[in-house]
């Protein structure tokens, strides 16, 4: 018996401005998308023949355009073409994935992937817990396994769960059933985190569920508030024997959740940006982190905003302060060939007279040199440009950049919170609850498509 083998991902950000590109997937084809995937060993230790397709993955983006889309799509539904008679399918999907004139680009694919495979071939999915699961999903998946940790570390043990269930019912000639039950709540992202309370809790329940002999996975869907769509909110969804049995358990699971709907709080300090320039400026400690949380490049923003930096400059503070990773291509370009000393007019904030202070490069996400970084001084204020996107998530970031951070008082991430990495660098640190397209601020969302009501948009009595 065959199955096959697919990861297709890139978790869309409907605010966003940058559209990935088909340069901007990571690629795999054939047997080296195991070098990223940890499913083929549990498939051959059960005796299935294991075809694998593609592997595509790019960091949050803007919505993907459609031309992108059914590239990688249609390389992943010729393989299915090429083995119609596939027992199963295993894909990797994020589940927010966003494609232009048609929506979830995981429940198009599907829904292409069963009409060449037979009834009864199993299709089993793992996502990412910020998942936006459309109604329609379960119709066409019988095993869906989400990662059970957010900040995330466990998509290898979400991979061996969705593996394990299918090698099971595909050898027992189980048909699993999967119910989707939908939660009408959607949180900041940066609320939630499955180390703290209400969720720590929540999520041990689900693996007391799942070893239930007649229960496949119990899983607990966060949404993605970042995506303006239909199915955007939180979910549960269970996979059992019996339908009986996964709807029973898959509401029950979502009425706990919604009853800790008003347990989720920032883990630090989260102000206005004028109230964290404040708090930085007056703050004792000795170094002071700000994430500018609202234009987040790790969760698909550009990084391009200005608002932080042109608020310490006009706080012009005697402390030394760092904004680090401001995308703008225009200003790296037009003084690279300045040295370093030399003094340069940047025409933000209406024309400002600037040093250069360094040139630098700027690190991909797997740590390979991307770019060129430029810093520049205004006063104190020292602002590491970037000609690409770039996320500053550890020390090696600013070395790179030749920016020494331990000489900074006060520094500016484009982030939600600090990644571990930077954390033993930071004495205190500031969440900037600031506008882009990861404002974390639902209101100021102005999402128009969502299901309505939703918390807390909306406060109301809501039972599954
Ligand atoms: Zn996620």
Known sequence: MKILVASFQCESNSKAKLHPKRSDFEYFKGEDIFKKLVVKEIFEK????????????ALPSATVPLDVYNDYSEQILDVVRANPDVAGVYIFFHGSMEVEEIGSGELYLLKKIREIVSEDCLISLSLDAHANITDELPTYANIISGFKTVPHIDQKECQERSAKALCYCLKNNIKPYAYMCRVPFLLKNDTLQTVYEPLKSLIEE?????????????????????IDAPNTSASTVVCATSKQTAEKIAKDLANKLWATRRDYKFLCEAELPEECVKRAIE?????????DSGDNTTAGAEGDTLGLLELLIKANPTKKTCVAGITNQEIVERFW????????????????????????????????????????????????FTELRSAFIEKGNFDKANVDLLSYEIVVVKLGYLFTELKPYADR????????????????LNLKRIKRPMFPLEDFEWKA
């Open 283 to 291: 703050g004792k400690e000795k170094r002071i982190f700000i994430t």
């Open 206 to 226: 689900t693996f007391v569920l799942e070893n239930q002999k007649d229960v496949f996975t119990a899983n607990l869907f966060l949404g993605h508030c970042w």
């Open 46 to 57: 059960e005796g299935f023949e294991v075809i694998p397709s593609i592997y595509a993955v």
């Open 429 to 444: 640190e500031l969440f900037a609850l600031s506008d882009g397209a990861s404002c974390v601020e639902l209101s100021r």
């Open 337 to 384: 060939a300045v040295s370093d000393g030399e003094e340069i007019k940047l025409s933000i904030f209406g024309g400002v007279t600037a040093t250069v202070k360094s040139h630098g490069e700027i690190l991909g996400w797997t740590k390979e040199i991307i770019g060129r970084s430029l810093t520049v001084s205004i006063g104190n204020v020292d602002a590491v």
